[in-house]
């Protein structure tokens, strides 16, 4: 069974920085597309940021050069370094694991103030 639990979000001043994590459970990790998406209030959840099983990234243009996704195989964790945080990048962000079908975790609240 595949479970995803997001941690690391919190409350930060623009221009700061948030590292958030996903703990999965299951044995499709290392084979899996995984990414961070987020949910604003009052708005669609939008993607953030995707990374393959071999490592490639993808990102939103609003957050490209800002926000770094990366993956731990062994660890089955994804990461979102999020630097030079904007009030805008507030929102609830989801953890996503994608293989035949999608899995999402139960989401972190990032909220930037200015």
């Known amino acids: 069974q595949v479970q995803l639990m997001e941690s690391g979000g919190g409350l930060v001043q623009a221009g700061g920085s948030l590292r958030l994590s996903c703990a999965t459970s299951g044995s499709i990790f290392r084979f899996s597309l995984m990414g961070w998406y987020r949910q604003a209030p009052g708005k669609q959840r939008e993607l953030v940021a995707t990374?393959?099983?071999?490592?490639?990234?993808n990102y939103a243009d609003s957050v490209k050069g800002r926000f770094t996704i990366s993956r731990d195989n062994a660890k089955k964790m994804v990461y979102l370094q999020m630097n030079s945080l904007k009030p805008e990048d507030t929102g609830v962000y989801y953890c996503?694991?994608?293989?035949?079908?999608?899995?999402w975790g139960q989401g972190t609240q990032v909220t930037v103030s200015s």
């Open positions: 996503n694991l994608r293989w035949t079908r999608d899995y």
């Open positions: 990374i393959t099983s071999g490592g490639t990234a």
